[in-house]
Structures are given as C-alpha cells and as structure tokens.
C-alpha cells in the first residue's frame, strides 16, 4: 500500500498517514510541523521565519522520515500539524514545559502570559485531538505491536557542546525490551555513534510514549536522528529504507 490515497487529515491537529494499513508497527511524529494555526494569534507566535525554521518550532526531518519508516513497515503513521510552539503534544497537560515561553535562547512572545483559558483552548484545538488520533490507530493494534516514535534533534544548541550522536535511542526503564536489543544492534553498524539515552532522558511523566505504550504494556522506542542527517528528502527516504530491516530484525529476535 502506498500510504498516499488513505489518509485522514484534521486540518489543524493531526495527519494519519496510511491510515488504513493494518501492520503490526505504530510511527507517532509529535514534533512533525511548525505550522502556526491561524486561530493562534492569527497564525504567528511572534517569531521571524527564520526562527520558526529552527529546531525550537519542530523536530527537522522527522516528518519525511516518519512517513518513509511507514510505508516500509506497513504502518500508519500519526503527525501533528501544529508546531510544538502552539502547544507540545509530547508533553503531560500538567507539564510546566507544555506551553514554551523561552526555547533554546529564543523568547516565544505569543505565548508570554498566556492564561488558563487559553491554555485550555489550545489543548482542546490541537493536543487532544492528536491525541485521540494516536489513540484511534494504537488501541485496535494487538498489545505486541510496536510503537516508534520518531523525533530528531539539534546538532548543537547555543552555548552548549556539539553533539557527537547520529542516532539516540530514547526509553524508560519500565520497559527495555526493545530499545536495549535495538541500540546493540545498531551499535553493530561500524559508521554509526548511538545514544543511549541521549541527548535526552526518555522518560518524561505524561509524555506520548508512556500515555499510548508505557501504560498499556506495549512495546516502545523513541528513536532521535540528528536532524543534519535527514533534512533532504532523499535523506529521509536512505535512512528510512536503513532503520526499517533493523526494527524489524530486532523484533524478529524478541519474537514479539
């Protein structure tokens, strides 16, 4: 299935791509676009485009690499259409960082002072119904299918060390059984420097891997591409053809 002529779309909230394939895989992309809904102080945060162009407004490449890692698992993929700006679905709603008003050096001036209402409008516009997408495709799924959610990550922030990583393989330790095989297997590609844990923790309260996997006992990864390496569609589409075989041989180990 080619993943293009089934999807359904919420026009500000969420995208499913294949929405109709019915293989064992769940792609989640939280971070997938910095699109500025025009409800939302008529479509601009305040923000130059350059600045909406940088890391802090989405996760780079993860969209085109999302929908690549799809179609070659047969999998539906969930992406939001809203930036992480908006209001971030990869967070709790009780999350003091669900409504960013400083990013990476960067002041967010639409969302300085924001009040509970609006706070509410925006989890009621955009994160629930994301949410409720991701829960549409998982919750059919038998509890062994897997969830990969797919992120990337800035090569360096400001002030701080370039990141050496290519790949950072993100979990939390209530339950490794895929990511540990998956790192090791990964480690086995010589060209590679893999992140275990890095360059962030991936257990996060409330987040979407522990609300669609964590908590319902189904395996998980987060994996992060340093978004260098995937911000041509070509890119997206290597490394995408690159990870598919090596997810699934390393489910094929766990015998999930």
Not at 7 to 32: L, P, S, Y
Not at 200 to 223: F, K, Q, T
Request: net charge negative; charged share 25%; hydrophobic share 40%.
């Amino acid at each position: 299935m080619n993943g293009k002529d089934d999807n359904k779309m919420n026009d500000h909230a969420f995208e499913i791509h294949g929405a109709t394939r019915r293989g064992d895989w769940v792609v989640t992309c939280d971070h997938a676009s910095n699109t500025v809904p025009p409800m939302i102080s008529g479509g601009c945060l305040g923000l130059p485009a350059s600045e909406m162009a940088r890391h802090i407004a989405y996760d780079i490449g993860a969209a085109g690499l999302s929908r690549h890692l799809a179609d070659r698992l047969d999998a539906p993929a969930v992406l939001s259409r809203f930036s992480r700006l908006v209001i971030d679905p990869n967070r709790g709603e009780d999350d003091p960082t669900l409504l960013m008003q400083i990013y990476d050096g960067t002041i967010i001036p639409a969302n300085r002072g924001v009040d509970a209402a609006e706070r509410a409008r925006r989890l009621d516009l955009f994160y629930r119904p994301y949410h409720g997408a991701v829960a549409s495709v998982v919750t059919p799924r038998p509890v062994q299918a897997p969830l990969v959610a797919v992120h990337s990550f800035t090569p360096q922030l400001r002030g701080r060390a370039p990141r050496p990583w290519h790949v950072g393989i993100l979990y939390s330790p209530r339950d490794t059984r895929f990511a540990l095989p998956l790192i090791e297997r990964l480690r086995r590609e010589t060209d590679l420097c893999i992140g275990d844990n890095e360059p962030y923790v991936g257990e996060l309260a409330g987040d979407s891997v522990e609300r669609h996997a964590l908590d319902h006992g189904r395996p998980n990864v987060l994996i992060e591409l340093r978004h260098d390496l995937i911000e041509t569609e070509q890119d997206q589409h290597n490394w995408a053809a690159r990870l598919a075989p090596i997810f699934e041989e390393t489910r094929a180990g766990l015998h999930l």
